[in-house]
């Protein structure tokens, strides 16, 4: 993947805001306090929303620029986040090291999902919670947000393979409307997920 994010991030303004994403908030009522991983977490909203609710939180993700603004934003909310750069395509998962995994629209290349899906599963501690909020290929239709690559988004069915075993606390296909500053903004197609890892899973 080119960094073009990177360059993205760069610009003053916050492209996708500062409010944490919709979901992130609904589910954030049902996180004990812990440890929570944001992956491709951006310019840092999610990752300073749980800061302020307590969580011990860390921020991954493979443009500095974005690392360098959820400090900038964390330190205007008065909350730590620790950043670290990351690029999931070669990031190595530590195993049973998170109490949640945050995941909201870090869209991959399919092999690199299939990567990131695998260390979810390997790090998130037993009793631990995966939340993501992903665009569908239905997205596609809608043009409010996300990549246009179909390849590159959500297959529900797939997602449920992948956490197969796991507790189902919440599953949800279908439309929602998403204000996120300027690149994700109007009614979208979204899959959410909040998956708990059991004993055996």
């Known amino acids: 993947m080119t960094n073009s994010w990177h360059e993205r991030f760069s610009a003053e303004e916050y492209v996708y805001g500062k409010e944490p994403n919709a979901f992130v908030v609904e589910a954030a009522k049902d996180l ?21 609710l307590g969580h011990d939180v860390t921020a991954w993700d493979y443009a500095q620029a974005g690392l360098d603004k959820t400090q900038q934003l964390a330190n205007e909310k008065g909350v730590t986040v620790e950043t670290e750069l990351h690029d999931l395509a070669d990031v ?44 569908t290929k ?14 590159m988004l959500a297959d529900p069915a797939n997602i449920l393979k992948k956490f197969n075993g796991y507790f189902i606390k919440h599953f949800y296909v279908g439309e929602v409307t998403r204000k996120e500053g300027q690149l994700h903004t109007g009614q979208a197609h979204v899959v959410q997920s909040i998956f708990q890892k059991r004993e055996e899973a």
């Not at 440890?35 to 929303?49: D, T």
């Open 32 to 52: 004990p306090k812990g440890k929570v991983l944001c992956i491709a977490e951006g310019e840092g909203r999610n990752a300073v929303y749980l800061s302020s």
């Open 92 to 135: 190595e998962w530590k195993s049973e090291q998170w109490d949640a995994i945050v995941h909201i629209f870090g869209h991959l290349p399919p092999d690199v999902m299939e990567r990131t899906m695998a260390g979810v599963q390997q790090s998130l501690k037993v009793g631990g919670f995966y939340v993501s909020e992903l665009y």
């Open 138 to 151: 239905e997205q596609l239709r809608y043009g409010t947000g996300g990549p246009r690559d179909a390849a």
